[in-house]
């Protein structure tokens, strides 16, 4: 009984896929997916005819130890270190640790050296180094007492895993008690007194958007203007419309519960673990569900500004690339989807259409390029794209505005600036075919050049102003990471929560 009472869970949050980093240079596709263990030993089916040596076991006789993570007293120091950064993940349920009888050191000292192990092998992909096998490395570590040191490296250096951690820690302490249930019919009115809103104002004082001596006792019942603020407070960090009403997105998000919150936090936790360990003194990073872009230095953002990204068809991919290339004036080729699905039809109402948008049809390159106006009706274009290839020209209409940054990766993904700006006024920016608009491209350009010796901001104007495509291979490229962080801690230290657009969250929870 007692040993079915602390049975944990067997599933671990991990990594299906392999990640070769060969260098920066070659972009990596970040999707992290469940991984099960399956038996007690380790995590494969076990053959009944001929089982092996598990890693666990080959891990006890080299170091010659009855356990890796217990002594006479219980948990060591170490094995309590790695229990934890293990549970934040998810990889197990919360026990408690400091009362485990003894028949239960083996099955715990085996799980907490299997996550070990998978934490070394994910290390060992990722670097693309010819490494140890994973029991090897510990065995040494073992065998040096500096299981420490190697479970600290195997920790990427981003101040959000510490953060993150101490988020998952308030959202346990929040799960301790049963989360208020509120009538989602419920449409209070200012001034209004209701029980509902008693039920809602306890929401808000527990996940700090309303201060405890902010409340009035003759007031906890009431729809006033503390509640209106506390519910935009509410709404801001949850990336709803800061209007302080109860529409059915915020009622949604409020009853959302911290269990449910602290395996959405596990979920983001892991995909930072999925980054580059040691973060280099200058990247770029954009957060596709915050439609945001930083350029960090030294940890800290020295530059933000709004993004667009891919809709829930067309989704930017999880990257880690670099920028390589700045264009000025950038033509544009678009995909044969869109070619088929929106230039086309559009010529079909409008033949004059694409000639406005200075398309033209292209074939050869260089100085043997041909080209040809498209200002008749009823062309057949489709046949026509058989020898040629659709092009708009540079100018302040083209789709790509005037900067396009290459980053290479194998979806035709880059990014780049946009003549309609007005879009970066929506909340929701999930909008293009899966490349990254700018809000401010020009100031990221600017930033590029202040690393090339041979370029200086009047050339850079001056390329603008000449109308003509002009490509800048950096001599200093920037590292990219485009990321998918459905919750972040921001600046002001704040939990920050944005809609998770593609289901990503969704899908590796398994929630229907």
């Given at each position: 009984m007692l040993h079915d009472l602390l049975a944990i869970t067997r599933k671990v949050y991990g990594v299906v896929f392999l990640i070769v980093f060969v260098s920066i240079s070659q972009p990596l596709i970040l999707n992290a997916q469940p991984l099960l263990f399956t038996d007690h030993e380790n995590g494969r089916p076990v053959n009944k005819i001929e089982k092996k040596v598990t890693p666990y076991?080959?891990?006890?006789?080299?170091?010659?130890?009855?356990?890796?993570?217990?002594?006479?007293?219980?948990?060591?120091?170490?094995?309590?270190?790695?229990y934890w950064l293990l549970a934040d993940l998810g990889w197990q349920q919360i026990v408690n640790i400091n009362e485990l009888p003894k028949e239960s050191y083996r099955q715990y000292d085996r799980i907490l050296t299997n996550g070990f192990l998978e934490l070394i092998n994910v290390d060992s992909q990722k670097s693309g180094l010819p490494l140890a096998s994973a029991d090897s490395r510990l065995i040494q570590a073992v065998n040096e007492d500096s299981t420490d040191q190697l479970l600290f490296s195997l920790i990427p250096e981003y101040k959000q895993i510490n953060q993150l951690r101490a988020a998952i820690s308030d959202y346990r302490f929040l799960s301790a008690s049963p989360w208020p249930t509120l009538d989602l019919n419920f449409k209070p009115k200012l001034g209004q007194s209701h029980p509902q809103v008693k039920e809602i104002r306890e929401i808000l004082v527990r996940l700090s958007c309303l201060a405890q001596n902010a409340q009035q006792k003759n007031r906890l019942d009431i729809f006033d203007s503390v509640v209106i603020s506390a519910l935009k407070k509410f709404q801001r960090r949850h990336g709803l419309v800061a209007d302080g009403e109860?529409?059915?997105?915020?009622?949604?998000?409020?009853?959302?519960?911290?269990?449910?919150?602290?395996?959405?936090?596990?979920?983001?936790?892991?995909?930072?673990?999925?980054?580059?360990?040691?973060?280099?003194?200058?990247?770029?990073?954009?957060?596709?569900?915050?439609?945001?872009?930083?350029?960090?230095?030294?940890?800290?953002?020295?530059?933000?500004?709004?993004?667009?990204?891919?809709?829930?068809?067309?989704?930017?991919?999880?990257?880690?690339?670099?920028?390589?290339?700045?264009?000025?004036?950038?033509?544009?080729?678009?995909?044969?989807?869109?070619?088929?699905?929106?230039?086309i039809p559009a010529y079909r109402k409008d033949f004059l259409s694409l000639k406005r948008q200075n398309f033209q049809l292209l074939k050869g390159y260089w100085e043997n390029v041909q080209s040809r106006e498209i200002d008749q009706p009823n062309l057949?274009?489709?046949?026509?794209?058989?020898?040629?290839?659709?092009?708009?020209?540079?100018?302040?209409?083209?789709?790509?505005?005037?900067?396009?940054?290459?980053?290479?990766?194998?979806?035709?993904?880059?990014?780049?600036?946009?003549?309609?700006?007005?879009?970066?006024?929506k909340e929701e920016r999930a909008l293009s075919h899966g490349c990254v608009r700018l809000e401010n491209a020009g100031l990221l350009a600017k930033y590029l050049l202040t690393f090339e010796k041979s370029y200086d901001e009047n050339m850079l104007f001056a390329a603008i102003e000449s109308g003509k495509t002009t490509h800048i291979e950096l001599s200093n490229p920037l590292p990219v990471y485009i990321t998918y962080q459905t919750v972040w801690i921001d600046q002001q230290g704040e939990l920050r929560w944005s809609p998770d657009i593609y289901d990503l969250d969704k899908k590796t929870l398994k929630i229907k």
């Open positions: 076991q080959n891990t006890l006789k080299q170091s010659e130890k009855e356990y890796l993570w217990f002594n006479r007293n219980g948990l060591t120091l170490s094995g309590r270190t790695l109860l529409g059915p997105q915020t009622y949604r998000a409020l009853q959302i519960s911290p269990k449910q919150r602290i395996k959405q936090l596990q979920v983001n936790l892991w995909r930072w673990f999925t980054l580059p360990n040691h973060p280099p003194e200058k990247y770029l990073v954009v957060n596709i569900p915050s439609y945001q872009l930083s350029v960090m230095e030294g940890g800290e953002p020295i530059l933000e500004m709004k993004v667009i990204v891919g809709n829930s068809k067309n989704q930017t991919p999880q990257l880690i690339t670099q920028i390589n290339r700045l264009t000025f004036n950038p033509s544009w080729t678009p995909t044969f989807n869109i070619i088929k699905n929106e230039l057949n274009l489709m046949q026509l794209l058989q020898s040629y290839r659709l092009v708009q020209a540079p100018g302040d209409n083209n789709a790509l505005g005037y900067y396009r940054f290459n980053i290479p990766n194998n979806h035709a993904i880059y990014l780049h600036d946009t003549p309609v700006k007005s879009l970066f006024k």
